[in-house]
C-alpha cells in the first residue's frame, strides 16, 4: 500500500473541495442567471448582515422562519439570495418563508441587539442551537437567555449543551463549560454542596436531574440538600 504524504493528501482535499465549489457556483448562475462573481459578493455581504433579537420573540415563529421572513420583508433579500447567506437549498427557503408568512401577518419586532447572521451557517446545529450557544457564549444565562427568546430556559440549557455535544462529536451533554463563581462559598452557614446547588438551581435553572448528572450525585440527595438548606 503506497503511502501518501500528508500535505499531498491536504492538497488534493482542498483541489476537490474547490471542485466542488466551482460546481455549485455553476449550477446556481446557471439556474437564476446570476453571475458567478454576483453570488460571491452576496456571499461576502452576509459577512455583515445581522438580524435583531425581536424577531426570535415571536412564539409562533421558528428561529429559521424569523430569520427568513426578516432578510425577506425587512432587508428586501431574494429567496436566492436568502439560501446563498444561509447556505439552505432554495426550495428549503421558499417553503419557510411561506409557512413564516402564514404564522404571522403582521410586522416583526426588529428591536433589541444584532446577531450576526453568520451564526446560522453551520449546519451540524438546529437554528435554536445556534442561537443559544452564541447567546451564552456572550455571557448570558440560560436564564436571561430564556426571557429574552420568550422560550422555557429548561430547553435552553438542554439546546446549548447538545449543541456542544454535537460539535464535539459526542452523544451524552457536554457539562465542562458550566462555571460558579467563588463567591458563592463565602457564606459560612452554607456547605459546598449547598452552595453548588443553589447557584445552579437558582441563577442557572437547572433542574434536580440535570444538578445531580453534573456533579455525579444521586437525585433525591441533591434534592434533599437543597431543601433541607434552605428550610426556615
Partial sequence: MAVVPLEEEADGQKIALLRRLKSILDEISREERI??????????????ISVPLGVFTHRQLGILEA??????????????????????????????????????????????????????????????????????????????????????QRNIWVLYNRSLAKLKGKIMPIYSDIMVPISIFQDRQMGTLLAVVTYLKEKEGMRFADIA????????????VYHQGHRS
Avoid at 452576496?42 to 455583515?48: F, G, I, N, R, V
Fill in 35 to 48: 453571475e458567478k462573481r454576483d453570488i460571491l459578493e452576496m456571499l461576502k455581504e452576509s459577512k455583515d
Fill in 67 to 152: 430569520v427568513v421572513k426578516y432578510l425577506k420583508e425587512e432587508k428586501k433579500k431574494t429567496i436566492t439570495e436568502i439560501a446563498a447567506v444561509l447556505k439552505r437549498d432554495k426550495r428549503t427557503i421558499w417553503s419557510t418563508y411561506d409557512s413564516a408568512r402564514e404564522k404571522l401577518t403582521g410586522k416583526m419586532d426588529v428591536s433589541g441587539d444584532m446577531v450576526p447572521l453568520s451564526i446560522f451557517s453551520n449546519r451540524k446545529l438546529g437554528a435554536l442551537e445556534c442561537l443559544s450557544a452564541h447567546l451564552h457564549s456572550k455571557g448570558m444565562r440560560y436564564s436571561e437567555i430564556g426571557r429574552l427568546l420568550n422560550r422555557d
Fill in 213 to 224: 448528572r453534573l456533579l455525579a450525585r444521586d437525585p433525591k440527595m441533591v434534592c434533599a
